[in-house]
């Protein structure tokens, strides 16, 4: 296992597009993190699932934001009608329940909308 | 979670030990201090945590004053590769979430 693995590593859209990402966590891990993180800043949470549910979503989620992980294996990441706001690294993080070891994260997706 | 309070940069000499201050005056009994790094383009990495005694690792050493209100990341010998943000952050094992500050910047120079 080669880590948490983000595609793609940039992503570059015009206003109003749709765009997906996608996440490979560690495989034992059952927990997955989805952050955002703006320039000068630490990541922000976003949303967690474990296993295939969906627990816990920020504010920061819009309603053009949705996450899903079926099967509770890889996660996607959806941004409808992107705005340019929402330019930012993108970061997915996976961890057991216990939460032991820490996160791992991956690269991170770096979106540019224009 | 706890706050935490940390320089927003610093700056250390090659081989030299870097050692990096956080404050978490808040802390409670059962949370514990982690540390992650963030180098340049990429996700943040783990590096170390501890509940209230000291810590060593392959890649750092924490220290956590008796009253838990601090702690101190220790690099032994820098090297330009961990030029990087630094992030400490207070939670309860196992909790749901991260939450970063703006952590500080450290800068190794040659």
């Known amino acids: 296992d080669t880590g948490v693995s983000q595609n793609p590593r940039h992503k570059i859209t015009k206003r109003g597009q749709n765009v997906t990402f996608r996440c490979d966590p560690i495989s034992e891990h059952n927990r997955l993190y989805w952050y955002r993180q703006t320039l000068g800043q630490g990541p922000e949470f976003l949303t967690y699932?474990?296993?295939?549910?969906?627990?816990?979503k920020s504010r920061l989620l819009s309603d053009r934001f949705s996450a899903e992980r079926p099967k509770g294996s890889f996660s996607t990441l959806e941004i409808q009608r992107t705005e340019q706001g929402d330019s930012a690294m993108y970061l997915c993080?996976?961890?057991?329940?216990?939460?032991?070891?820490?996160?791992?994260f991956g690269s991170g997706t770096r979106l540019t909308v224009v | 979670d706890a706050k935490t309070t940390q320089p927003p940069s610093m700056d250390c000499a090659e081989g030299r030990a870097a050692n990096l201050p956080c404050n978490h005056s808040?802390?409670?009994?059962?949370?514990?201090v982690y540390w992650y790094r963030q180098i340049h383009s990429q996700g943040p990495q783990y590096i170390i945590h501890?509940?209230?005694n000291n810590e060593t690792n392959e890649m750092a050493s924490l220290i956590i004053t008796e009253d838990r209100k601090s702690s101190t990341l220790i690099l032994p010998h820098a090297t330009l590769r961990d030029t990087a943000v630094y992030y400490c952050i207070v939670i309860i094992q196992g909790a749901q979430k991260l939450v970063f500050g703006q952590g500080t910047r450290l800068t190794i120079n040659p």
């Open positions: 501890g509940l209230k």
């Open positions: 993080a996976s961890s057991l329940i216990t939460g032991v070891h820490g996160y791992t």
């Open positions: 699932f474990q296993n295939e549910a969906q627990l816990e």
């Open positions: 808040t802390i409670s009994g059962n949370e514990y």
